[in-house]
C-alpha cells in the first residue's frame, strides 16, 4: 500500500519559514521522481516544485529564490524549505511520487498571516 504522508504546515508570519516533509512508504522511492503543488481556496491545484530522481530540480516563478526542494532516499522523504513566505502562499500543499503512476499525500495547510 502506498502512503505519501506530509506534514510540517502551520500558521506563520508574513516574512517567516516552514520546512513540509513527506514521508513515502510502499514505493521503490529513489526511482520516483517528487513533487510538491498547492491549491488555495477557490483556485486550481498548481506545481510548486519538483526534484526529479536525478535530483533534478523545477519550480513555479512565485517561489523561486524563497523555497528549496530537496530529498533524502535513504529516509524515503521529500522536503520542501519555504523561507521569506507571503500571505500569497497560503494554501493547502500536497505531495506527488510519479513514475509512470502517480501517487499523492493528503496534503498539510500552511497558512501565512499578513
Known amino acids: 500500500q502506498v502512503q505519501l504522508v506530509e506534514s510540517g504546515g502551520g500558521l506563520v508570519q508574513s516574512g517567516g519559514s516552514l520546512r513540509l516533509s513527506c514521508a513515502a512508504s510502499?514505493?521503490?522511492?529513489?526511482?520516483?521522481?517528487m513533487g510538491w503543488y498547492r491549491q488555495a481556496p477557490g483556485k486550481q491545484r498548481e506545481l510548486v516544485a519538483i526534484?526529479?530522481?536525478?535530483?533534478?530540480?523545477t519550480y513555479a516563478e512565485s517561489v523561486k529564490g524563497r523555497f528549496t526542494i530537496s530529498r533524502d532516499n535513504a529516509k524515503k522523504t521529500v522536503y520542501l524549505q519555504m523561507n521569506s513566505l507571503k500571505p500569497e502562499d497560503t494554501a493547502v500543499y500536497y505531495c506527488?511520487?510519479?513514475?509512470?503512476?502517480?501517487?499523492w499525500g493528503q496534503g498539510t495547510q500552511v497558512t501565512v498571516s499578513s
Open positions: 506527488k511520487a510519479r513514475r509512470v503512476v502517480e501517487y
Open positions: 510502499g514505493i521503490v522511492f529513489s526511482i520516483f521522481d
Open positions: 526534484i526529479t530522481n536525478d535530483r533534478m530540480t
